[in-house]
Structure formats: C-alpha cells, structure tokens
C-alpha cells in the first residue's frame, strides 16, 4: 500500500485523507482477522491437546492479542510504522510458536509474511519479509538443536517468495485501477472546475445580457417617446399646413379672382383700361395661376419631407422654361436696375421632366439672385454635358463665405437676420429646389467667392432616343443596283425601344381618384369612366393593370349582378372609396362644395346649375375682399342677381330668415359661427333648413392623411396560392417595412426524362 499512500498523497486534501482512512481501516481488518485466526488456532489447540501444548499456547496468546491492540492503536497515528510493528510481531510469533511448541513445521507460516507485506506496504517491504523468512529459518535451525531440513528450507523459501510475488501482484493491479480512477478523478476535477468557472461566466454574461436588457428597455421606451414626441411634431406640422393653406387659398383666389375679372371683362370697371395695365395685370393672372399650380405641393410639405411626392414628367423645352422664369422676375431685376442674360446651348434636347418643378428651381434661383445682388446682373447659362444638362445662374452679389454654404440647403436658413430682415424670404426656396432636382436624378452645387459673386448649378439627366443601329457590314448598294451580286444576308433591322407606360382605368363620379394619381404617380396613363359599360368598352379597347372603382361597395358602384366575371384579359378589379367634391357636398348637406382658388367661370357655371329660379344670392365670409370679388364676379354675369353679404354666420342667419335668399355662397373658416356651426343652425330651424348652400372655401376635407381606410382586390380568373402569397408579401411590404414580408414558394419545375 505504499503506492497507494503516495498516490494519496498527490491527490487532493480530501481525497488523501480518504484514502488514509481507507488504508488504516484495511490494515486494523487485516490485523483482527489475523488475530481472530490465531484464536480460533489457539482454541482448537486447547480442545483437541489440553495439555502442556494448550498451556503453552495460553503463553503466546497472552503476548500477541495486547500487541494486536496496540498495532491498532498506533496505526491511527502512524500506518507505516504500525505496519512495520506488526509484521515483527507476527515473525516474532511465529518463530516463537515454532520454538514454544517445537514443531518445525510452523515455519511454514514464514511464508505468509511476504505476501503481506508485499500488499499492504510494497515490494520492497516483500524482499524484506523474504530475508525476514530466511532469517526465521535460520534462527530455528540453530536454535535447541532444532533441525530444519533441507527440504523444509526450500518449500518455505520459496513459498515465500511465491507468496510474495502473487501479494505485489495482486495489488500491483489494484493499485493500477486506483492509479487510473485517480487519474480520472482529477480529470473529471478538471473539468468540472472548467465546467464551474463556465458556469461563472455563463451567469456573468446572464447578468451582462440583462443589464443590456435592461438598458435596451431604457432605450425602447427613450425611442418610443421621441416617437410620440415626432408624432406629435407631424401633426402640429399638418396642422400648420392646414391653417397655412387658409391663408394661402384666400389670397390666391382674390389675386386670381381680380385679375380675371379686369382682363376678361374690363368694361365692368367702366371706362377703357390702358393697355400698360392689362399687359401687367396679364403678367399677374400668369404668376398666379403658376402659383395656383404649385400651392398644392406646397401645403403638402410634410409629404416632400417624407418621400412621397413624386413628379408628372413630361417632354419639355429648356429654353422655353428658362425664358417663362426671366418673364416672371425680369420686372424686379429692371425695378434694381440689374442686367440679367440667357446663354441657352442649341444642342439641348427636350428634356423628360416635371416643367413645374424645372421652372420652379430656376425661378428660385432667379429671385435669389436679384434679391441679394445690388449691382451688375446675373447671368443663367445651360449647356449639355455628356449625358446631362448643367444650369448655371451665376450673379455679382457679395458672395458667400466657406463656412455658410452648409446651411445654406437647409429649411427656414439664410446667413443672418438681417439679411432676411432686408431681403424677404422664408428660408425654404433652396431647400426645395435642391429636393426637386435630386427627384430628377440630378444634383445641385454653388461655387462663391465673397465679394465677387455666387454660382449656383443643378444638373438634370438626358433621356435620349436609342438610336437606329444598322449592320456596318451590310452593302446599302445591293438594294439600288440590280446587276448587283445578291447574297442571302439577314437584312439590318432598327431596334427601337418602346417604353409603355402602365394604363389604369379609373371607374368613379368625380375627380378625387383621376387627381390622386395625377399628383402621386409618375408614368402611369390613366383613363377615367364614369359608369361600368364605359369601363368595360376601354378595357377591351386596350389592356389595362387595373380596374381602379371609386365607390363604397361594389353594389354601390352600380356593377351587374354577375359582377366582374366579364373584365377582358383576367384584369384584376380594386376597390377602394376616396370621396369626392360631391360625396363631401352630400355629406355636408349642400348642393356644390367648390375649394379656392376658383375662377370667374366654376363660380357663375356652380352656381347656373343649380337652377333658372336663382335671383337673390346671400354671400357669407369674413373677408370683405372676398365679398367684393364674389359681387364682382356675379356683377359681370348676364343674369341679374340680387346680393345679400355677411361678414358672420349670426349675421348670415338674421338675413337668411328676414329675407329668404334662393341660395348661400358659404365659406367655412369664419371668427365665431364658423361655416359649420352655420349649417347646424340653419338646418335646426325649418323655415330656412331648405334653403340650397353652396360651400366657396379654401378648407379641404378631403385632403386629410388617410384618404380611404379599406382596399379590395378580386379578379375574375381567382388567384392561385402562389399569386395569393405574393399580393399579401406586396401588401405587407408597402404597408408593414418593418415586418418581414410573405414570399411566395418557388414554381416547381417538372422535367421529363
């Protein structure tokens, strides 16, 4: 056992002592069975010859069970050196026994000691042991004339040895299994150490990852407050677009309205107008009216903003949108005293672009320049580059400094306020320009130098026809010369590239829809129906996407009982309600409803159709230029009205029941009783609730955020599975980003072998 006590020694604390304890409770077994074996010897020797042997034996008995406790004993302080004691002892009885009883074949127990010392101690101990057997022997031999014969010497001896060698075997294997068990042990320590400091950093990066949990928590609801706090900013922001737009319609129908009126029918104004005055309130009526189509995509600025605006492209000529623009600021520049050029390239081609916006950023441009510059002139120049277009406006003005031409791009930015306080201007003109030509694909820039100038640029790019491609190889002479050699060639053919646009048929009662898609599509052709048979003709006149039906239902669209299992070449039908002029007018209870800027014409044809036994009019707004653009408008008609005018819905309401007009021009933004309320009012009290209203107002119901809250797809050929995954992924798509959309399986493939 002496490995083994090394071995208990190189293992853990725990472990060694174990190990001690096992060997110490194995050593004191040994030693009592071996103490009970000489008993129950001793005992049998006592029963079977009672006499002097059975004294004798009580002799040795007496000395070997005090030894035995006390090799116990000692072995708990001391193992080795209770190990070695006892085995002295037992040689020491033994060759006492032999001599006690002399019988010289108690030697034969000689050849035990090796075995066990060879177990419980080692091989070492079991050579001793052997000399220890030899000794014994040899003691015996010369001792009292005891004779040990040869033959005794050699079966001892070599029992011994035997004994010996099967002891260290025995345990060599055992020790060997101990060995390994260790070496497993402290494996499976190892492991289980890596296993624990493991298990340390897993609850580590456990309380890591809460911790970031945590703070992503923080975040999300940091995030879902700016959330609300942009949500919030949006809607004030639509809310100033439409308080905006008030102020912008009301102003721009007067202008619109007035100038109509002095250029159309002058003599309403009595005497012959000069003809200086026409020609400037001329120029008047066409600002106006180029504001008249920009006003729209102004008050949608949070769109613009937002990515969703797009361009009605059309095929357009540079020079001419450069000259329209020189034509509307050249009065400002003569007013300076300033020059201002036009250097148009003649190798521009048309370009295929929105003409508002082009003309918008170059009269931009324009009124930048002629504001800021005091003397010389400014100079707009366009020229071709590959494949764009570069316009220039470059201006004698002070210039701008390195450091101010960032912000230059950015809203509500000019250099500083005094230079807004003496020039005018919001701010947002560059920042506009600068988003229309990146919508082209194009992009804006400026050189300056500070006291010498400033140059603004913007490209466009140059959609050019393909051009005929032709087989150089081909001899054109074969086709003219008859006696030519006539060689079978394919003939050169001209490829041209044929650009379709996508047509959709608008089925509807109005123009809402017609004019959603003229605002927020670009390319598309669209044909507007107003009842099914009509619809159906176009359909099969030329293909089409869509069926696009404005209405609130398909029984309300007024379709055949069948449906739409007719639509030629399996198009699909969507169905989706945007109220139109007369939805609003119905809802509303009143005969028109007409949103400003309206010309002389819309009103005095309004208000015609509403029947020949209109004579009395009650005009009702706020603004007493409006009143008087109305009363001239209808002044000018061929028909004799009588006019009524209110500057409030009280006052409307007295007039209205003390003199019972046949209709009411209402307009619905008013200080106190605003148009609404009026209405209430009116239809409260019976004598008047019959009285026709006409809605003259810049307030537009229908242009709110959400236009139509469902959309229905059917086609009369069904959908599949597969086409039915692919409209819910486009769907998704468009109206979840966030989300992952629904894609479609693959299209097997069947091949035949």
């Not at 990852?209 to 949006?234: S, V």
Request: charged fraction near 20%.
């Amino acid at each position: 056992m002496g490995k083994l006590l090394r071995l208990s020694v190189e293992a853990e604390p725990g472990l060694a002592e174990t190990i001690s304890d096992l060997m110490r409770a194995t050593f004191e077994r040994l030693a009592m069975v071996t103490g009970l074996s000489y008993l129950l010897w001793h005992l049998a020797i006592t029963v079977s010859r009672p006499g002097d042997l059975g004294v004798q034996a009580w002799a040795l008995t007496g000395a070997l069970v005090p030894v035995t406790f006390f090799v116990a004993w000692l072995s708990r302080r001391h193992l080795l050196l209770g190990q070695a004691v006892w085995l002295i002892t037992l040689w020491a009885a033994i060759t006492s026994a032999a001599l006690l009883f002399d019988q010289p074949l108690v030697a034969f127990f000689y050849a035990l000691l090796p075995m066990i010392a060879a177990a419980i101690i080692g091989w070492p101990a079991g050579i001793a042991a052997e000399g220890a057997v030899a000794l014994g022997l040899l003691t015996l031999d010369q001792s009292m004339g005891m004779h040990i014969e040869p033959a005794l010497w050699m079966v001892v001896l070599t029992g011994g040895a035997l004994s010996g060698l099967l002891g260290w075997t025995s345990t060599e294997g055992l020790l060997t299994v101990t060995e390994w068990s260790l070496f497993s042990y402290r494996k499976m320590r190892d492991t289980i150490y890596e296993a624990r400091q493991q298990r340390q950093e897993l609850k580590q990066v456990q309380i890591d990852l809460l911790q970031a949990n945590q703070e992503l928590a923080r975040i999300t609801d940091r995030l879902k407050a700016m959330n609300r706090l942009a949500e919030d900013a949006r809607r004030t922001k639509q809310e100033f677009v439409a308080n905006v737009s008030h102020e912008l319609r009301t102003p721009l129908n007067m202008i619109i309205g007035f100038s109509e009126m002095i250029t159309q029918t002058p003599k309403v104004y009595g005497s012959q107008l000069p003809p200086a005055l026409l020609a400037d309130i001329t120029a008047i009526q066409r600002n106006s009216q180029h504001l008249a189509k920009l006003v729209d995509d102004v008050l949608d600025l949070s769109q613009i903003e937002g990515g969703r605006m797009t361009l009605l492209k059309d095929w357009a000529c540079l020079a001419d949108l450069v000259q329209e623009a020189v034509m509307a600021v050249r009065v400002l520049y003569e007013n300076k005293g300033l020059t201002l050029q036009i250097q148009v390239a003649d190798d521009i081609p048309k370009l295929y672009c929105d003409p508002t916006r082009v003309r918008q950023v170059i009269l931009n441009l324009l009124s930048n320049a002629g504001r800021f510059t005091e003397r010389g002139g400014v100079v707009v120049r366009a020229r071709r580059e590959s494949e764009r277009v570069v316009v220039s406006v470059a201006d004698t003005g002070p210039g701008i400094a390195p450091e101010d031409r960032a912000r230059l791009f950015e809203p509500f930015q000019q250099l500083d306020a005094s230079i807004r306080r003496k020039h005018g201007g919001s701010g947002l003109g560059l920042r506009i320009s600068k988003h229309f030509v990146d919508m082209h694909g194009g992009k804006m820039w400026l050189e300056s130098e500070v006291g010498r100038g400033t140059t603004f640029y913007f490209s466009l790019p140059v959609d050019a026809h393909m051009p005929m491609v032709i087989d150089s190889g081909d001899n054109a002479q074969r086709w003219f010369n008859p006696w030519g050699g006539y060689e079978e060639r394919p003939r050169a053919r001209q490829r041209l590239e044929l650009k379709v646009p996508p047509r959709y048929v608008v089925m509807e009662e109005g123009r809402s829809l017609h004019r959603l898609f003229q605002r927020y599509t670009d390319g598309v052709q669209v044909v507007t129906v107003k009842a099914y048979d009509e619809a159906m003709d176009e359909l099969r006149r030329s293909p089409a996407r869509a069926l696009v039906i404005n209405a609130p239902s398909y029984d309300a669209a007024g379709l055949p009982p069948e449906g739409l299992a007719d639509l030629p070449y399996g198009t699909p039908a969507i169905l989706c309600w945007i109220l139109s002029d007369d939805a609003i007018a119905e809802r509303l209870g009143v005969v028109r409803y007409l949103l400003k800027p309206i010309s002389a014409e819309e009103l005095l044809e309004a208000v015609a159709l509403v029947g020949d036994n209109v004579h009395q009019i009650l005009l009702v707004d706020d603004d007493p230029e409006v009143l008087q653009l109305w009363a001239r408008v209808l002044a000018s008609s061929q028909r004799d009205y009588s006019l009524l005018q209110a500057k409030s819905g009280r006052r409307a309401l007295t007039l209205l029941r003390r003199h019972r007009p046949d209709i009411v021009l209402l307009d619905l933004v008013m200080p106190g009783m605003d148009g609404f309320r009026f209405l209430e009012e009116m239809r409260m009290d019976p004598e008047i609730a019959d009285t026709p209203v006409m809605i003259v107002s810049s307030h537009d119901p229908a242009g709110q955020p959400i236009v139509s809250n469902s959309l229905t797809v059917a086609r009369n050929m069904g959908l599949s599975g597969q086409e039915l995954l692919a409209c819910v992924g486009a769907l998704t798509e468009i109206l979840s980003p966030d989300d992952q959309p629904v894609r479609p399986a693959p299209v097997e493939t069947v091949v035949d072998g």
